[in-house]
């Protein structure tokens, strides 16, 4: 039962319910049954509109697992949950709830066409963990599709309810998104890259639809990215009295995947997905137009900004703040074997290879914190670093070396990742002062080599630096009048939280200057 506390918190939640929204579960034997009923009628207790039923399976056969489904005015809404969704799903459950009901935050209208125009029928399975922060944003993007969606069934599976399952799929990665039995992805995604994924897997129906590219306006600023950058930007922008609009795949960016943060001035400690909330909570207090899950496709000259779907919007100033995403080994065996041996998330999938052994990709401070993150789960890390030196901060290289079941290979490029087809079994090194070859045998592999900027939608458009970062003066202003950049995705030095927050005003008081002032004068 769900303690009375945290239904006395669920039922002003629940509130805006006006029809009854219905949790069928199943006759089951598992040990764990009466777990999963008293947490649904403990959601009943917080709202008579939620109704908790038992429902005879179709097949007449007793589920061998907790399970329930979610049904709305008589029908199937095509969401099931087999398991018990607490932890970090426990979010996903009561989102499911309120979306039923039409209630809650949804897409925008061009991302609800997107996914209404998906050929069905879709079914999918996501295999998601309790502990894994990553798997929610994926489970209610799948649930919010089932939704909205005319013929799409979702079925979310608490992989330790599915050893056997997760076995024959080879899965060591979560969340992981099954169709017909094969894994079409493994890991964090944005909703707009998950609609691709879809649209790739399915196809797109497009009778009955008329194409339209749908003007969103014109804005003074358009701010893209909501990472820490973007959000100061817009933030400075709309106080400044501009008309501002934020372009985001997701509000707090890359910073969500960040575990500690413990040099954010003013603040001892917090987590990503904390700050990311507060990000997005600062910036609900002000009148910025926000279009998340959005992904920018273009960018001209004369600040036309195009979104992939075809709307786009028109601004007198674009300041860019995409930050960076993880970067590649781009070898052999390394987009192969994601989600069954190579992955980029300790937090998330660690708990996969609990007692195996695995080496993380790359000496600074992501890698050095992953493997020592890693070392109170797994049986032995090997750390791999392609220079002479670890570059982590000297505090976090002590601790790793304390640590009895860690291992450091220095001056060692890594070759190729090796697999049985399933699973990842090796990984294969040359140790650059002798040139050779080495095989190491393991369980999995965790790259954490750094970041690439977040900029290929502005190749062409402004100059770039070799890596890709955008180059800017010591206004953030880029090489085109207008256009303007801040935090990761430039070549300000030293990637920062703080210092993208402060690069991110900078620009947006530079564009105030440029676009209103010099104007007036």
């Given at each position: 039962?769900?303690?009375?506390?945290?239904?006395?918190?669920?039922?002003?939640?629940?509130?805006?319910?006006?029809?009854?929204?219905?949790?069928?579960?199943?006759?089951?034997?598992?040990?764990?049954?009466?777990?999963?009923?008293?947490?649904?009628?403990?959601?009943?207790?917080?709202?008579?509109?939620?109704?908790?039923?038992?429902?005879?399976?179709?097949?007449?056969?007793?589920?061998?697992?907790?399970?329930?489904?979610?049904?709305?005015?008589?029908?199937?809404?095509?969401?099931?949950?087999?398991?018990?969704?607490?932890?970090?799903?426990?979010?996903?459950?009561?989102?499911?709830?309120?979306?039923?009901?039409?209630?809650?935050?949804?897409?925008?209208?061009?991302?609800?066409?997107?996914?209404?125009?998906?050929?069905?029928?879709?079914?999918?399975?996501?295999?998601?963990?309790?502990?894994?922060?990553?798997?929610?944003?994926?489970?209610?993007?799948?649930?919010?599709?089932?939704?909205?969606?005319?013929?799409?069934?979702?079925?979310?599976?608490?992989?330790?309810?599915?050893?056997?399952?997760?076995?024959?799929?080879?899965?060591?990665?979560?969340?992981?998104?099954?169709?017909?039995?094969?894994?079409?992805?493994?890991?964090?995604?944005?909703?707009?890259?998950?609609?691709?994924?879809?649209?790739?897997?399915?196809?797109?129906?497009?009778?009955?639809?008329?194409?339209?590219?749908?003007?969103?306006?014109?804005?003074?600023?358009?701010?893209?990215?909501?990472?820490?950058?973007?959000?100061?930007?817009?933030?400075?922008?709309?106080?400044?009295?501009?008309?501002?609009?934020?372009?985001?795949?997701?509000?707090?960016?890359?910073?969500?995947?960040?575990?500690?943060?413990?040099?954010?001035?003013?603040?001892?400690?917090?987590?990503?997905?904390?700050?990311?909330?507060?990000?997005?909570?600062?910036?609900?207090?002000?009148?910025?137009?926000?279009?998340?899950?959005?992904?920018?496709?273009?960018?001209?000259?004369?600040?036309?900004?195009?979104?992939?779907g075809g709307d786009y919007l028109t601004a007198s100033a674009v300041i860019v703040a995409t930050g960076a995403k993880w970067r590649q080994l781009n070898i052999q065996g390394e987009s192969e074997y994601l989600g069954r041996g190579v992955a980029f998330c300790p937090h998330c999938d660690g708990p996969f290879y609990k007692g195996k052994k695995v080496a993380v990709i790359g000496g600074g401070n992501s890698g050095v914190e992953a493997a020592i993150d890693l070392s109170g789960i797994v049986g032995e890390v090997?750390?791999?670093?392609?220079?002479?030196?670890?570059?982590?901060?000297?505090?976090?290289?002590?601790?790793?070396?304390?640590?009895?079941?860690?291992?450091?290979?220095?001056?060692?490029?890594?070759?190729?990742?090796?697999?049985?087809?399933?699973?990842?079994?090796?990984?294969?090194?040359?140790?650059?002062?002798?040139?050779?070859?080495?095989?190491?045998?393991?369980?999995?592999?965790?790259?954490?080599?750094?970041?690439?900027?977040?900029?290929?939608?502005?190749?062409?458009?402004?100059?770039?630096?070799?890596?890709?970062?955008?180059?800017?003066?010591?206004?953030?202003?880029?090489?085109?009048?207008?256009?303007?950049?801040?935090?990761?995705?430039?070549?300000?030095?030293?990637?920062?939280?703080?210092?993208?927050?402060?690069?991110?005003?900078?620009?947006?008081?530079?564009?105030?200057?440029?676009?209103?002032?010099?104007?007036?004068?």
């Amino acid at each position: 039962m769900l303690d009375k506390d945290l239904i006395e918190q669920l039922k002003p939640v629940f509130v805006p319910l006006e029809n009854e929204v219905e949790l069928s579960y199943q006759p089951s034997f598992n040990e764990n049954q009466n777990e999963l009923v008293d947490m649904l009628n403990g959601l009943a207790l917080a709202s008579k509109k939620i109704i908790v039923k038992l429902s005879a399976p179709s097949d007449g056969k007793t589920s061998p697992t907790p399970q329930f489904s979610i049904n709305y005015k008589n029908k199937p809404t095509g969401i099931t949950f087999r398991g018990i969704p607490g932890g970090h799903e426990f979010s996903s459950l009561v989102l499911a709830i309120l979306n039923t009901d039409g209630k809650g935050k949804f897409p925008d209208q061009g991302i609800i066409n997107r996914i209404k125009k998906l050929k069905g029928p879709i079914e999918i399975k996501t295999y998601m963990s309790l502990t894994c922060e990553n798997c929610p944003d994926v489970v209610q993007a799948l649930n919010q599709m089932a939704l909205l969606h005319p013929n799409f069934k979702h079925e979310v599976i608490d992989g330790s309810y599915a050893q056997e399952e997760i076995d024959a799929l080879s899965i060591q990665g979560v969340p992981a998104v099954v169709v017909n039995n094969k894994l079409i992805h493994s890991g964090r995604i944005t909703l707009s890259d998950l609609i691709a994924k879809l649209e790739s897997t399915f196809g797109v129906d497009e009778s009955g639809y008329k194409h339209q590219n749908t003007n969103l306006g014109h804005f003074d600023v358009v701010v893209i990215g909501g990472g820490p950058a973007g959000v100061s930007a817009a933030i400075y922008s709309v106080r400044k009295g501009l008309k501002t609009a934020l372009i985001a795949e997701k509000i707090g960016g890359q910073v969500q995947e960040t575990k500690g943060i413990e040099n954010l001035i003013s603040v001892i400690y917090t987590e990503g997905p904390q700050l990311a909330a507060s990000l997005r909570q600062h910036l609900s207090h002000y009148p910025v137009e926000i279009f998340e899950h959005r992904k920018v496709k273009t960018v001209t000259k004369d600040k036309k900004i195009e979104l992939e779907g075809g709307d786009y919007l028109t601004a007198s100033a674009v300041i860019v703040a995409t930050g960076a995403k993880w970067r590649q080994l781009n070898i052999q065996g390394e987009s192969e074997y994601l989600g069954r041996g190579v992955a980029f998330c300790p937090h998330c999938d660690g708990p996969f290879y609990k007692g195996k052994k695995v080496a993380v990709i790359g000496g600074g401070n992501s890698g050095v914190e992953a493997a020592i993150d890693l070392s109170g789960i797994v049986g032995e890390v090997v750390l791999i670093e392609f220079a002479e030196q670890l570059k982590a901060d000297k505090i976090l290289v002590d601790k790793l070396k304390s640590l009895k079941n860690v291992s450091i290979i220095t001056n060692a490029k890594t070759e190729k990742i090796v697999g049985d087809d399933k699973k990842v079994n090796a990984l294969h090194y040359t140790e650059r002062a002798t040139g050779e070859l080495k095989n190491l045998y393991l369980d999995g592999v965790f790259i954490q080599i750094g970041l690439v900027p977040n900029s290929q939608f502005l190749k062409g458009v402004v100059e770039l630096s070799q890596f890709g970062e955008v180059i800017v003066d010591t206004k953030g202003l880029t090489s085109i009048p207008g256009i303007y950049a801040a935090g990761d995705v430039t070549t300000t030095p030293f990637k920062q939280i703080i210092i993208a927050m402060g690069e991110g005003a900078k620009v947006a008081l530079a564009a105030f200057e440029d676009n209103v002032l010099k104007a007036k004068a």
